[in-house]
C-alpha cells in the first residue's frame, strides 16, 4: 500500500533556532516528492520539488534532501521565524497515470518568540 | 489566473440538509481531489477524478458523491448532512504539482 509517513507529529521552537522535519514513504513507482506548507486555514502552497535524481534543493531558509534508496526525504529550516508557524505536509507522486497523489498527515510546526 | 476556486467559503448545514461544495480549475489539469481536513489533522481524500466522466472514491467517502462532466469542475455532494461532516473541505487540482482552493468551512448542526 502506497503510504507517506512523517514526523515529528508536532514541533514546538523557539524563533531562530533550527529544526528538521522527516518524510518516509513507500510509494512505489517513484516520480517526484513535494513538501507543502499550510497556513492555518489556508490550502497547502507548495515549497519544493524533489524529483528521484536530486539529492537537495533549497528555497531561501528550507532545504529539502532527498533519499531515494532509502525512500526518506527530510525539511530542514533555518533561523525559523514566527511566519514559519503552519503544517508542513510531505506528497508523493506516482508516474502513473491514474494514480493520486500520495499526502503524508504533515507535522505542525509552531515557532514561538 | 485563477487556479482552483471554491465555493462557498463558509455555510451552516441542519443535519439532514443536502449542499453542493462546487470546486472548478482553470488549469486544464487532468487530475482533481477533494479533501477534508478536521481540526488539528491532516489532509483525508475522499475523492479524485483522473479525467473528466472518471471518478474514484479515496479514503473517507461515505456521505459524499461527486461528478465530473466537465475537466474544470468537480463537485462534492452531501446528500443527508451528519455531524461528523464537519470539517474544511479543499478541492484541489494537479498536473505533478497539486494547486488547493482556500477552502470550504462547513459546520453541521
Known amino acids: 500500500k502506497n503510504q507517506v509517513e512523517q514526523s515529528p507529529q508536532s514541533l514546538i521552537i523557539l524563533e531562530g533556532k533550527n529544526c528538521t522535519l522527516q518524510c518516509n514513504y513507500t510509494v512505489s513507482p517513484f516520480s517526484n516528492l513535494r513538501w507543502y506548507k499550510q497556513d492555518t486555514g489556508r490550502g497547502p502552497v507548495s515549497l519544493t520539488i524533489m524529483t528521484f535524481s536530486e539529492n537537495t534543493k533549497s528555497n531561501g531558509r528550507y532545504t529539502a534532501t532527498l533519499d531515494a534508496d532509502t525512500k526518506q526525504s527530510s525539511l530542514h529550516i533555518t533561523a525559523s521565524q514566527l511566519s514559519d508557524s503552519a503544517s508542513y505536509i510531505c506528497?508523493?507522486?506516482?508516474?502513473?497515470?491514474?494514480?493520486?497523489?500520495?499526502f503524508g498527515k504533515g507535522t505542525r510546526l509552531s515557532v514561538i518568540a | 489566473n485563477a487556479g482552483v476556486t471554491q465555493t462557498p467559503k463558509f455555510r451552516i448545514l441542519k443535519i439532514g440538509q443536502s449542499m453542493t461544495l462546487q470546486c472548478t480549475q482553470d488549469m486544464n489539469h487532468n487530475y482533481m481531489y477533494w479533501y477534508r481536513q478536521d481540526p488539528g489533522m491532516g489532509l483525508k481524500l475522499i475523492y479524485y477524478s483522473v479525467g473528466a466522466g472518471i471518478t474514484d472514491k479515496g479514503e473517507v467517502p461515505n456521505g459524499y458523491n461527486v461528478s465530473r462532466s466537465t475537466t474544470e469542475d468537480f463537485p462534492l455532494r452531501l446528500e443527508l448532512a451528519a455531524p461528523s461532516q464537519t470539517s474544511v473541505y479543499f478541492c484541489a487540482s494537479s498536473l505533478g504539482e497539486a494547486f488547493f482552493g482556500q477552502g470550504t468551512r462547513l459546520t453541521v448542526v
Open positions: 506528497v508523493v507522486s506516482s508516474p502513473s497515470g491514474n494514480t493520486p497523489l500520495v
